[in-house]
């Protein structure tokens, strides 16, 4: 798109965008109740509150006698929230002052309750619960590949970080449109409209090619030794069968045999996983264009014998045995330079196999397998040693061959250029209709190693009249309710004025398609006050349940006025959450509910958890059992308490070996069932959990703690006093976290929080960074000797053992624990608590609004509908979206 015409367009979409009111907050409201509402509680505050809370004492910053009671004023609404919620609760008036009667504390209450619910609903039936929003990155991603028909497209990453409120990215007052976020939606919607336009007039050639490991250059490269590598451990070897190759190793031999038997026995093994100096990948292969593919890879486990006898540790690389166990090997995509992204996994036996994957690949990707459980030598002050060798060898693993089938399309022009283009012919840049003369029109696909072409251009004989014809089909897909036709013509003086400067009709009609998808009848989530339309309740049912558009079906609901009936907005529900497409629901909240997103912030400490430390299949394994376990709950409708306790695990080996739970075999991860006493079960006790509440190196059970409390348990922990340094782990071993803390607690204004927050900390301090358990913390250093061990770099242990843990506790009603058993045993028992807390989330989630104080009985409401079956998670959901909470703006 030609720069004047993109900032014009610029200025225009931010226009109408504002005109939308995407991203501002509420109108002022009018003020509703009358001042004069608290008379009838002035006894009681006078009798139970003002002593510590008048003009003169002001105890906490608040002077109730001089306190607003305008509940119109936001601030002030929340104040006599508080003080509501205090009082009710019991927390006031404190207990050693005189208690108020049962009936006289139930009266001020109701009271209170009154006035709020009045005031709130008056505002709420003016301008709705929620703020109007645009998309998400998460949403506008996959909003582009429903629209477009692109499953593989990868634009998130081109939009600014989403705000965030109340914990989600789906709240409008976080989501604010500027400049550069317009910008960004022009260039990065332009990008995504070109990949879904044919990329030649002809449908690109399928074919089956099959790429030998020998030929790779990756693969046999690391065969010989350089200055850069004299490591056996670094070096890739030939292998015959179960037979080394010492000739060919030696470069006496040619690398690959004339014979063809011989050649499909021929493969290229190594006893270390992917990672510098050794990445051995299919670099013969790059994706010609973007699209979906079928992936075959022959490969086995083998045993590599041991070098001399006093360095057995040291690989013979000529010594091939058949292997003793499977291996788990991760397939990832890879465009240069180490840009990954994890593309499927499996074990390969000791038995030669093929195993097949299908799979989205991006134009120019290759593909590298990464056998994730072998180590991954780095250098330290002694030479490495794999610590999976053995007195008579090590495991390793042979690649035989890649092979490709595709690109796989279905039908050509591929849907997504259908759904811009409808049946207009194409052309080549230098040929004739019907012809593409080998040409592309993606130059979005740009990418390292990929030859550009030239482009295709979509034939129209009658410009204006074509446009008009296309815009009124795609706006409604795209606005994701029917459009009027002055609608489609809004959009035709960007047709024009891009033909005007001499752009071709495909040029013209991307700009004009780029103005649409940065529209706000695209970006934003089109809700009225009140109860919402059939279109906006099918919007806001799938990008709850499929964080994207409404399908096809959906929207056939909504045409005929269906979704308010509701056994029908219920069986709508039920379809969702049986779609595959709800793991992007499951994804996307556990990536803001229980920070999952953060996973890769932090890496493991390379001394105090080497151990850890480049361990990359227990860390994807870690992220997908929290995703698998809460889609368990989905799919099981299994109780809400199961977030806090679980007779069962979502497991592989390779986490059932970090928890110390077996036999497990295999990479796949499956419902395991845990032993009796068992400290896992639920979300608090998961790697992934633990990994984001640590930094990588120290756990704090304050951090820990607010966590649960928030997350888990749905009471937000107070912030700490200004000028109060937070507490930090001592590395050294010299004195722990609870003696810190306990130090720390003797300030008067530290130990009200620490008593609420500190106690489910403790608890979980019997848990490392990385979610292991431990009895004792680790330390480096101080002159005492390191434990004995070989970290996955091959370096030994640095750290050892310092002061034992002590994970036992009080939560704040004075119930004791000892350990984290006990204390899950104790938050278990309020199962309401936790469905409340889980219904909250939710309520965010899906409606991009908080649970307001007139929201709590409906919330309640909720809760009572799902208690008979145990407050299960998926009748949670389906009670939710039956509710006013949801039904209405």
């Not at 074509?466 to 459009?483: E, G, M, N, S």
């Not at 749905?714 to 003696?739: F, N």
Request: hydrophobic share 40%; with cysteine.
């Amino acid at each position: 798109m030609k720069p004047p015409l993109r900032r014009a367009l610029v200025l225009l979409l931010m226009a109408s965008l504002l005109g939308a009111g995407a991203g501002h907050g509420h109108a002022a409201p009018a003020s509703v109740s009358s001042p004069d509402w608290i008379a009838p509680g002035r006894e009681f505050l006078k009798a139970h509150c003002t002593e510590c809370h008048d003009a003169d004492t002001r105890k906490g910053g608040l002077d109730l006698e001089s306190l607003p009671t305008d509940l119109a004023d936001p601030a002030t609404f929340a104040r006599w929230v508080t003080v509501h919620d205090r009082v009710e609760s019991g927390e006031m008036p404190p207990r050693k002052k005189a208690r108020p009667a049962p009936g006289e504390q139930s009266g001020f209450t109701a009271l209170l309750a009154s006035a709020l619910t009045s005031a709130e609903r008056s505002r709420v039936d003016r301008q709705g619960r929620a703020v109007q929003r645009r998309l998400n990155r998460y949403e506008y991603e996959e909003a582009l590949r429903d629209l477009l028909q692109l499953p593989w497209l990868q634009v998130r990453d081109s939009l600014p970080e989403d705000g965030e409120a109340h914990r989600f990215n789906k709240v409008g007052e976080a989501l604010d449109i500027s400049h550069v976020q317009m910008a960004r939606y022009l260039s990065t919607g332009e990008s995504a409209l070109r990949q879904a336009i044919a990329p030649q007039a002809e449908s690109p050639a399928r074919s089956l090619q099959r790429y030998y490991a020998r030929d790779q250059r990756s693969f046999t490269g690391p065969m010989k030794f350089s200055v850069f590598n004299t490591a056996p451990e670094r070096a890739t070897f030939p292998v015959l069968g179960f037979a080394g190759q010492p000739e060919v190793r030696s470069g006496k031999a040619p690398i690959t045999s004339t014979n063809a038997a011989e050649r499909e026995l021929e493969g290229m093994g190594v006893v270390a996983s992917a990672y510098e100096p050794i990445e051995p990948k299919f670099n013969q292969f790059k994706a010609p264009v973007s699209g979906r593919y079928r992936i075959r890879l022959n490969a086995y486990s083998v045993w590599v014998g041991a070098g001399e006898s006093n360095k057995w540790y040291i690989p013979n690389l000529d010594s091939i045995s058949r292997g003793r166990r499977d291996e788990p090997v991760v397939i990832y995509s890879e465009t240069p330079p180490r840009l990954l992204r994890w593309l499927g996994k499996f074990d390969i036996t000791p038995e030669p196999g093929v195993h097949e994957l299908e799979v989205f690949l991006l134009a120019g990707e290759m593909i590298r397998p990464d056998a994730g459980r072998l180590f991954r030598s780095r250098p330290g002050p002694d030479r490495w040693q794999n610590p999976l060798a053995e007195r008579d060898g090590q495991p390793g693993v042979v690649f035989r061959w890649l092979e490709v089938d595709g690109p796989i399309c279905e039908e050509w022009p591929p849907a997504g250029h259908r759904a811009l283009f409808g049946d207009l012919p194409l052309k080549g840049a230098h040929g004739g209709e019907g012809s593409s003369a080998g040409k592309t029109n993606r130059p979005a696909e740009a990418r390292p190693g990929v030859a550009q072409r030239g482009g295709v251009e979509v034939v129209s004989r009658h410009p204006m009249q074509d446009a008009q014809r296309l815009l009124a089909a795609f706006l409604p897909r795209a606005y994701r309710h029917p459009v009027p036709e002055s609608e489609a013509r809004r959009f035709l003086p960007v047709v024009k004025a891009a033909l005007r400067n001499g752009s071709s009709f495909t040029d013209a009609m991307v700009a004009a398609y780029t103005a649409v998808i940065s529209s706000p009848g695209f970006l934003c989530l089109e809700e009225r006050p009140g109860p919402l339309d059939d279109y906006a309740l099918a919007s806001r049912l799938s990008f709850f349940l499929w964080n994207s558009p409404p399908d096809d079906r959906l929207l056939h609901q909504a045409s005929e006025g269906r979704l308010g009936h509701p056994e029908v907005l219920r069986a709508e529900g039920e379809r969702l959450l049986g779609d595959p497409r709800s793991r992007r629901f499951v994804d996307a909240f556990l990536d803001y509910w229980l920070d999952l997103r953060k996973i890769p912030a932090t890496a493991p400490d390379a001394d105090l958890y080497s151990d850890y430390y480049l361990d990359d299949l227990l860390t994807e394994s870690a992220l997908e059992e929290t995703q698998l376990f809460f889609a368990e709950l989905l799919r099981g409708d299994l109780p809400t308490r199961s977030v806090v306790t679980s007779d069962f695990a979502m497991l592989n080996e390779r986490l059932a070996v970090h928890y110390g739970v077996g036999p497990v075999h295999g990479v796949a991860i499956r419902r395991t069932p845990l032993p009796a006493g068992s400290p896992r079960g639920g979300l608090m006790t998961q790697a992934a959990v633990l990994k984001v509440t640590a930094n990588g190196t120290t756990t704090s059970p304050v951090v820990r703690g607010a966590w649960i409390m928030e997350r888990i348990l749905g009471q937000k922990p107070p912030p700490p006093p200004a000028g109060v340094p937070a507490v930090e782990p001592d590395t050294r071993g010299a004195s722990t976290i609870r003696q810190q803390l306990e130090r720390h607690r003797s300030q008067e204004s530290c130990n009200g929080c620490h008593a609420k927050i500190d106690p489910a900390g403790f608890a979980l301090e019997s848990f490392d960074v990385m979610g292991g358990w431990r009895e004792r913390y680790r330390a480096v250093g101080g002159g005492v000797a390191p434990e004995p061990g070989l970290a996955k770099s091959g370096q030994k242990f640095v750290f050892h053992q310092a002061l034992p843990v002590d994970a036992s506790g009080a939560l704040p009603d004075g119930r004791p624990f000892r350990d984290v058993r006990e204390l899950k045993e104790l938050l278990a028992r309020d199962e309401r608590g936790l469905a409340r807390n889980l219904a909250r989330q939710l309520v965010v989630f899906a409606t991009g609004a908080p649970v307001s104080f007139s929201d709590r009985v409906e919330i309640e409401r909720l809760l009572d509908r799902a208690a008979p079956g145990g407050y299960g998670v998926r009748t949670l959901i389906l009670e939710l979206i039956q509710s006013r909470l949801f039904r209405e703006k």
